[in-house]
């Protein structure tokens, strides 16, 4: 027996073939809609997730209140480092009749604080974003309760020292207000 010689392969072209690519797709379970009505343009985001999902829904004028956050406590940070017996006399109206190095630690603190607000300023991670403000919101609290004991225990209050009061409770429900709204879950549209 003879055999017929084949004829000669031809290549197909699946990328011009939309037919072709269409049941391609359809194969490894791309280009249609899943369960939450999203198209995947590819396995690997399928099985990712859209990143839209991740996207953080920023309340209005969060970052701005990040940066003045953390230029406050750089300023305040440096003048506490600076400028100890200064910065105390402004707040109680008294001399400082200790050393100043409790002052500067202080400050020292501040500036570690100052750090993490910067790091807030410039990422895009929601997590870090509010692992900031909460960090922020607990030194506003911890501030105000030692403000006020030390207020009670001098026995005067200096108008200095009310305002500084008032600045901490302002800060602190700012704070909150931004931590509690970033970390409500978006509506669904």
């Not at 990328?15 to 391609?24: G, V």
Request: aromatic share 10%.
């Amino acid at each position: 027996m003879a055999s017929k010689p084949h004829a000669p392969l031809m290549k197909k072209h699946s990328q011009t073939d939309l037919i072709s690519r269409l049941k391609t797709r359809k194969i490894l379970g791309v280009g249609g809609e899943d369960d939450d009505g999203e198209v995947h343009r590819s396995k690997i985001s399928q099985m990712l997730g859209n990143e839209i999902k991740f996207a953080v829904r920023e309340p209005m004028g969060l970052r701005v209140w990040i940066l003045i956050s953390a230029i406050v406590f750089t300023t305040m940070a440096l003048m506490a480092l600076v400028f100890p017996n200064q910065l105390y006399e402004v707040v109680f109206d008294k001399e400082l009749s200790v050393t100043s190095v409790s002052i500067r630690l202080y400050g020292g603190a501040l500036l570690s604080i100052s750090l993490i607000m910067w790091n807030g300023v410039y990422t895009a991670e929601k997590i870090v974003i509010q692992w900031t403000l909460l960090t922020e919101a607990c030194y506003f609290a911890v501030q105000f309760l030692v403000t006020s004991v030390t207020l009670v225990e001098l026995g005067f209050v200096s108008n200095a020292a009310v305002l500084l009061l008032l600045s901490r409770l302002l800060f602190l429900s700012v704070s909150l207000s931004y931590y509690y709204h970033l970390g409500r879950r978006p509506k669904k549209i």
